[in-house]
């Protein structure tokens, strides 16, 4: 099983600031198999990146993803008031596992 | 509106069983891999089940090996989960979700559901 690990726990951040959210695989991800998800209390997981860079349909661009192997980065540019939530990052490359999310809060 | 839509959730008591539904809503999902997610109050997202679009082949969480079976039904544009053996860990919000790209199983989810609550307690 791949373990995710996620860092920060808390990013405590302020509107229009850029936020840098951390998740490192256990093993190596095939094909860059890793996805990226906002959740909002109450609310389903929205997905924002899957390959590790690519943006879903409707995501703004101020979202962003990189990394590969190993070690991924969501970077979110210009923080919006709406972007105060909680991120999780997903693997797929080997059956699924999430991580335990990071949240964004002011 | 396209959208999934699940249903079947409720209170149980241990040892009992629930079947959960997923139909897609406004679209087809029978071409889909198909998948669910649960999520325990204040905890985090735990995948549990997968099924393929073309070959039906299933794939399961060790937490739930054994005790759940997921089908699908495309007369119906439906997925089941049936939940047997529940424990008091199984309580959660299950949500079902669609991949990405149709044929590949393992992917990411690009739909999701509102979720259906089981409460497993006696």
């Known amino acids: 099983e791949i373990l995710l690990t996620q860092s920060p726990g808390t990013l405590s951040l302020s509107p229009g600031e850029r936020a840098t959210l951390s998740c490192r695989a256990s093993q190596t991800l095939d094909r860059n198999s890793l996805a990226w998800y906002q959740q909002k209390p109450g609310q389903t997981p929205r997905l924002l990146i899957y390959d590790a860079s690519s943006r879903a349909t409707g995501i703004p661009d101020r979202f962003s993803g990189s990394g590969s192997g190993t070690d991924f980065t969501l970077t979110i540019n210009r923080l919006e008031p709406e972007d105060f939530a909680l991120y999780y990052c997903?693997?797929?490359?080997?059956?699924?596992?999430f991580g335990p999310g990071t949240k964004v809060d002011i | 509106e396209v959208q999934l839509l699940e249903s079947g959730g409720g209170l149980i008591q241990p040892g009992g069983s629930l079947r959960l539904s997923c139909v897609g809503s406004g679209f087809t999902i029978n071409n889909d891999a198909m998948s669910w997610v649960r999520q325990a109050p204040g905890k985090g997202l735990e995948w549990i089940s997968s099924i393929s679009g073309r070959t039906y082949g299933t794939h399961y969480a060790d937490s739930v090996k054994g005790r759940f079976t997921l089908s699908r039904d495309i007369s119906k544009n439906m997925v089941y989960l049936q939940m047997n053996s529940l424990r008091a860990d199984d309580t959660a919000l299950y949500y079902c979700?669609?991949?990405?790209?149709?044929?590949?199983?393992?992917?990411?989810?690009?739909?999701w559901g509102q979720g259906t609550m089981v409460t497993v307690s006696s």
């Open positions: 997903q693997q797929y490359g080997s059956s699924f596992s």
């Open positions: 979700a669609k991949v990405v790209r149709w044929n590949q199983i393992f992917d990411a989810f690009d739909m």
